[in-house]
């Protein structure tokens, strides 16, 4: 054995002896795990004994002998995973035996399928589901052969004079676990297929090594699954309430924006009353004011005439004392007489007259006294109905700019809760809603596949598989 060759085989081993240790970190620490009981699994898939080309080492490490395409060389049962390796070359498909020694853009591309199958029963619910398989894929990368080197789902790590490209992958778990259903899980990326890209000059590769391990969901309690189905149905609750919420926020907007408009209605129309009685107090004090002037013109008319009345009944006692020959045959005297006796008559009917017309001054001056104090107690009282108007105004503006200021906030608590209802919640429902019940009803059975998944031929509960492909030259 060349001293090259010597330091391929070291450099292969170390490889291989980095990603067990890396893997083994995924199943340190393993307990016995506490599951549900009302979970049970059961496997699909027909036990074999293990094919010549698969060989068991340390009762917990099984080979895999596989061809440069990833198919095993002789078929076997019971192998978890199902590996296959494409090329391309300048972007056109080659087979590996007619990539050996040619040079140009290449592009390695690793397709892993899950082979586990189990029927799983979580409460009353049956599901379909893989054992949670994790799978790396690594490459020893030769820098006189490759430079530009690029991955996807993977890393490139520098060992010794070479690079090493480690893919990391989980077959089968996204569907398993229905992640696309969640609206929380549904942009996890959970690789399924890992590439490389390089520029290659006189291609060769000495091998290939996936390793393959069975994840260890034993930490994953009942309990934290159970807190989130919890959570689940805490947020349905929430959303029941919050509809219910919603419906009363509207009911409350909608009735304070009645009491706001009949309201408004009343202010107004006290508004009109405060004018008009303002108007009819202004008109009393008018009256009021003139009233003291028609009282003062009827007590001078009531004085005239009483000095009236006095006067002719002075006038009506001097006539008769004038002396009359009424039997005398003087014609003048007669005339005289006559004359006289007229003019008592007149008299007489003048001081009756005076006496009415006094008695009705008296009457009329009474009668505006009554009037005058009427008008002057109708100027106070619409005064002041004019003033409890005008408080009453200006106390319904204020309830009014209230009540504008309670239908502004009932409006924006509706609106709030709407934003709430149709942002907020449904953004946590969609988040949490069935789609995140099935990822933990699939989770469940998962982890219990894991647990129950057994190779034959190997009695540890941590089997691991190391799938290598040939060299190619």
Request: glycine share 8%; proline share 2%.
């Amino acid at each position: 054995m060349n001293k090259e060759m010597w330091k391929r085989k070291q450099m292969r081993w170390l490889a291989v002896l980095a990603l067990i240790i890396v893997i083994c970190f995924v199943g340190c620490g393993k307990e016995e795990a506490k599951t549900d009981e009302s979970t049970t699994v059961e496997r699909e898939t027909t036990t074999k004994a293990p094919a010549p080309s698969v060989e068991i080492e340390d009762d917990d490490l099984v080979y895999v002998h596989a061809n440069m395409d990833g198919t095993v060389r002789e078929e076997g049962e019971d192998l978890p995973l199902a590996l296959k390796v494409s090329y391309a070359l300048d972007g056109e498909a080659i087979s590996p035996e007619e990539l050996a020694g040619r040079s140009g853009h290449l592009t390695m591309h690793f397709d892993y399928e899950n082979l586990t199958s189990y029927e799983a029963t979580v409460g009353e619910e049956s599901v379909r589901v893989c054992a949670p398989l994790m799978a790396m894929t690594l490459l020893l990368l030769d820098e006189e052969v490759f430079s530009n080197v690029t991955t996807e789902n993977g890393e490139i790590y520098a060992i010794g004079e070479e690079k090493m490209a480690v893919g990391t992958v989980y077959p089968g778990l996204s569907e398993s676990l229905k992640l696309a259903d969640w609206e929380t899980t549904k942009e996890m990326d959970l690789a399924e297929s890992f590439t490389v890209d390089a520029d290659v000059t006189d291609f060769t590769l000495s091998f290939t090594a996936t390793v393959v391990q069975v994840l260890d969901l034993s930490e994953l309690e009942e309990e934290d699954l159970k807190d989130m189905e919890d959570l689940a149905k805490g947020l349905d609750d929430l959303e029941d309430a919050t509809d219910e919420l919603k419906d009363g926020a509207g009911e409350f907007s909608s009735a304070a924006k009645k009491v706001k408009s009949g309201v408004s209605s009343y202010v107004d129309g006290a508004g009109k009353v405060a004018d008009g009685l303002s108007s009819a107090a202004s008109g009393a004090k008018t009256l009021e004011e003139n009233g003291s002037a028609l009282k003062d013109g009827a007590d001078g008319i009531a004085s005239g005439a009483s000095s009236l009345s006095s006067g002719l009944d002075s006038l009506s006692e001097l006539l008769s004392q004038i002396p009359v020959d009424a039997d005398s045959e003087d014609p003048q005297a007669q005339a005289q007489a006559q004359m006289i006796a007229q003019a008592k008559q007149i008299a007489a009917q003048l001081s009756s007259a005076g006496s009415s017309l006094s008695e009705g001054s008296k009457q009329l001056s009474s009668g505006i006294s009554s009037y005058t104090e009427g008008v002057s107690s109708l100027s106070s009282g619409l005064a002041q109905l004019a003033s409890g108007a005008k408080q009453l105004k200006s106390s319904g503006s204020d309830v009014k700019k209230g009540l504008s200021s309670l239908t502004s906030a009932a409006s924006e608590l509706e609106d709030a809760v709407n934003d709430f209802t149709e942002d907020g919640l449904k953004e946590l429902t969609e988040k949490a809603g069935p789609g995140m019940k099935t990822v933990i009803t699939r989770l469940r059975a998962v982890k219990e596949a894991g647990q129950q998944y057994r190779y034959p031929g190997v009695e540890s509960e941590e089997v691991r598989f190391i799938y290598e492909t040939e060299e190619l030259k």
